[in-house]
């Protein structure tokens, strides 16, 4: 292992350490940012200890220590802290103890914003600096470091505490976590950032690790399956290439859903298993619709939604013919959601054009247009209008 | 750690919640041995407000009256561990109902 690499794998379980120690989570991110850098020195010269987590968590204390020293209004806690390094922790002589899973809970608990989630979860667990996650939220890295600021300053103050919830709370908590992850997935996916997709990807597989549960293992699988289609998707679903698909993450993402599903339903392994059916249709019209139907019909139920309902009516019109979806398609028009939601007015341009009301097409799609957010999708629907013009 | 508990109840509240729930909530905030101190306020109709302008001329006005749908009826400062405790008792408490909320505020430590 490189030096970069070790450094990916412990500083966020360096860090939930710490702050299980300190209850102070600046605290934690000065001597985890100190520890690296003194690794960063020695261990090129010295070569990579054989507990590297080890080696970290010794020498972050030390320089917890250190700091506290300096620091007249945390001397109160000196005392405390030097017991704790006098101490031998018995966990980490087989490497770092992982509190990781209290870290993802703090970082996703519902009294902080949920747009701040997903970015504490980016710098806390993925160890992405403020300007990186700046980057990755498309916000300017001041405004960035702003909401940051905010965030630890009500962790602190509001004393939110780092812990696992019960079991008869994860319910109520669990999708915050799960929502935050998958937020970090999306903003991959719509700015084409495989990096961000891939680092979502790699939360969740630590989360699963920790916190086995059916829907940790949906969310997983649904992102795999969303991720095998990366290369083909600057075209619609039914016109990709699935030859280009990732057949790995498909087949292990499918495996996934399947467990997800075991014994019960959860909304990302129900989209995980819908994924899976697309992922594994040869292709498009031989796609199992009748099933993509009944799981969206389970979806609605558990989660309801304008979008989901939109998504169920494509299905519908693939499973019973164009008339019928469109008729579901506008009984959602009033539907405040999806007025503006370029998605929608593209959905109904596709149909209209399937059933030869081309000038009706024509206009939803360049509604579509009109409301699309990014040059990748204006230049998709464009594409499309040229289709239903007959232009190409 | 304290925390303050502001208890909004909605205008037309009182569906669900009896004095009882008052009563039974209370009982249990002393019984777990978190109350530190809590009242409930006079009706909004009672209120009056002060302020003094920097010539130390004292305003005094009838009102605040309600401009928003939830009006301040009363709160309670209790002493717990974390925000997650201090959270689980502003769901129990029957403020929280029925279209009602309390707003959890830390005391502020110098």
């Keep these: ?392 | 750690m304290k925390y303050m508990l502001m208890i909004y109840a909605a205008a037309d509240q009182q569906a669900n919640c009896t004095v009882e729930d008052w009563i039974a909530y209370e009982k249990e905030m002393k019984d777990a041995g978190v109350l530190v101190s809590g009242h409930s306020l006079a009706d909004l109709v009672t209120a009056t407000t002060v302020q003094v302008g920097q010539d130390g001329r004292r305003t005094v006005t009838d009102g605040p009256f309600a401009e928003t749908r939830e009006v301040l009826g009363g709160y309670d400062v209790i002493d717990v561990p974390d925000l997650d405790a201090a959270l689980e008792w502003a769901a129990k408490c029957p403020g929280s109902r029925d279209g009602g909320a309390v707003v959890v505020r830390p005391i502020a430590e110098f």
């Excluded at chain 1, 997903?118 to 498309?138: D, I, M, N, Q």
């Excluded at chain 1, 999806?338 to 081309?358: E, S, V």
């Design chain 1, 1 to 392: 292992m490189n030096v970069e690499q070790v450094f990916r794998e412990e500083r966020g379980r360096l860090l939930a350490t710490l702050v299980k120690r300190f209850g102070d989570l600046d605290l934690a991110e000065e001597v985890t940012s100190d520890a690296i850098e003194a690794a960063l020195e020695h261990w090129p010269v010295d070569g990579v200890p054989d507990r590297p987590g080890a080696w970290l968590l010794t020498t972050a204390r030390r320089k917890a220590v250190d700091r506290l020293r300096r620091d007249r209004v945390h001397a109160a806690r000196l005392a405390l802290l030097q017991v704790e390094v006098d101490r031998a922790d018995p966990r980490v002589a087989d490497g770092l103890p992982d509190e990781r899973l209290e870290l993802f809970f703090t970082c996703a608990h519902p009294a902080l914003a949920e747009e701040d989630r997903g970015a504490l979860v980016l710098r806390c667990l993925a160890g992405f600096t403020t300007p990186e996650v700046a980057r990755a939220y498309l916000v300017p890295v001041t405004t960035m470091q702003q909401r940051i600021v905010r965030a630890k300053k009500k962790i602190k103050e509001a004393r939110i505490p780092f812990r696992v919830p019960d079991p008869h709370e994860l319910p109520e908590r669990l999708p915050g976590v799960l929502q935050a992850v998958y937020s970090i997935f999306t903003e991959g996916y719509a700015a084409r950032r495989d990096d961000l997709a891939e680092e979502a990807i790699r939360l969740a597989r630590i989360l699963q690790s920790l916190l086995p549960d059916r829907e940790v293992t949906g969310l997983l699988a649904l992102m795999l399956l969303v991720h095998a289609r990366r290369e083909a998707r600057a075209e619609l679903l039914e016109d990709q290439d699935r030859t280009l698909w990732d057949r790995d993450l498909v087949t292990e993402g499918s495996a996934l859903a399947e467990r997800a599903l075991t014994g019960g339903f959860g909304p990302y392994g129900v989209q995980a298993a819908i994924n899976a059916l697309h992922d594994e249709a040869p292709d498009f019209a031989s796609t199992d619709w009748p099933q993509i139907v009944a799981l969206y019909d389970v979806l609605r139920k558990l989660s309801p939604s304008p979008v989901v309902a939109l998504n169920r009516a494509a299905a519908v019109a693939m499973r019973d013919g164009a008339a019928a979806g469109l008729a579901l398609l506008d009984a959602l028009a009033d539907e405040p959601r999806l007025r503006d939601y370029h998605p929608y007015r593209a959905a109904r341009a596709d149909l209209l054009h399937r059933l030869g009301r081309t000038d009706e097409a024509a206009r939803a799609c360049r509604e579509a247009i009109a409301l699309a957010g990014t040059e990748a999708e204006q230049d998709l629907l464009r594409r499309r209008l040229a289709v239903i013009e007959g232009r190409s």
